[in-house]
């Protein structure tokens, strides 16, 4: 398979497809690649032990080390700081090799709560790559800062509009700020981005869909956005995936919850969700806010019943 197409896959989440790919010849140039992006793509539905399994013991390959690094997760943190002190300045690596390291370094620390040390990762000096500005501007974005976001990518779009990491990093900016474009629909960006996606006949991308279900939510269009969600369970049914299906229930409860369509249906999936993912974002949340209130309750006083006055 052409490795435009493979990184196309892995960029529109098309993860189920990527990890059943067979491996070319070890002597191919495309070798290293389609291992780093078949890798990659069991990271991206959290199966690190099979990312781990993919990686040479012995391997010299500083973007296979940063692979290997990433999968054991807090362990590999030195690794990954000692990898980027590695590529600083150095001639012998390739722009893309840099870029690899910095982006799964980047990732590392967000997931250990290092965001400071993240955004100094992939604020390099000079021009940024087009991978490593998509993830500095989801960074900002976690942070609540979409015009920083949006500083960020606007250089990298102006130079290369059509790299789709660029088009999905800018729909994520829409999403959290209902950015209405030329059509003054809110979420027109996002939306136009999706539906541009998931039509693309070679693509089979639960992800893709999981994203387009969500601008579905924000837009009201409850009926359509379960449609979706309900296509994307079926792919990752079909690839006997689970691991990529966090996000799939999370938003299957956000929809059921709204419809009010199937009583039960919301509390149903809630508790597929937070007994399979208990540290999903939505869950933690939900869960810190329900111990808030619990323990708020409990101090609260009953005032004694007013008593009339003659």
Not at 78 to 104: F, H, M, P
Not at 293 to 307: H, L, M
Request: proline share 6%.
């Amino acid at each position: 398979m052409d490795i435009y197409f493979i990184k196309q896959q892995f960029t529109l989440g098309a993860h189920p497809a990527l990890i059943s790919l067979p491996l070319p010849d070890p002597s191919s140039p495309d070798y290293i690649p389609t291992l780093l992006y078949k890798a990659r793509a069991h990271l991206a539905l959290g199966d690190n032990a099979s990312a781990l399994a993919l990686m040479p013991t012995d391997t010299e390959d500083i973007a296979l080390r940063a692979v290997a690094a990433l999968a054991r997760d807090e362990q590999g943190l030195e690794t990954l700081r000692d990898l980027c002190v590695e590529i600083e300045g150095d001639d012998e690596y390739e722009e893309w090799e840099k870029e690899i390291v910095q982006v799964l370094a980047a990732t590392a620390f967000v997931r250990a709560g290092e965001i400071e040390e993240a955004l100094e990762t992939l604020n390099s000096e000079g021009k940024i790559g087009d991978e490593p500005a998509a993830v500095l501007s989801q960074v900002y974005l976690s942070l609540a800062r979409p015009a920083l976001a949006q500083k960020v990518l606007a250089p990298a779009l102006k130079a290369n509009p059509d790299a789709l990491i660029l088009q999905l990093a800018e729909s994520a900016i829409s999403l959290l700020t209902g950015s209405q474009g030329t059509s003054g629909e809110p979420y027109a960006p996002a939306l136009s981005f999706y539906n541009e996606q998931v039509a693309n006949p070679s693509i089979s991308s639960p992800a893709l869909l999981i994203g387009r279900a969500v601008v579905r939510i924000l837009r009201g269009e409850l009926t359509a956005a379960q449609s979706d969600l309900e296509e994307a369970e079926s792919i990752l049914s079909r690839a006997k995936c689970e691991q990529g299906s966090s996000d799939m229930l999370a938003a299957m409860v956000v929809a059921a919850g709204l419809s009010g369509t199937k009583r039960g249906e919301a509390d149903q999936l809630w508790s597929r969700l937070s007994k399979q993912y208990p540290s999903h974002p939505l869950v933690t949340d939900i869960s810190a806010k329900q111990l808030l209130f619990d323990e708020c309750a409990s101090k609260f006083q009953v005032p004694p019943r007013a008593v009339a006055v003659a």
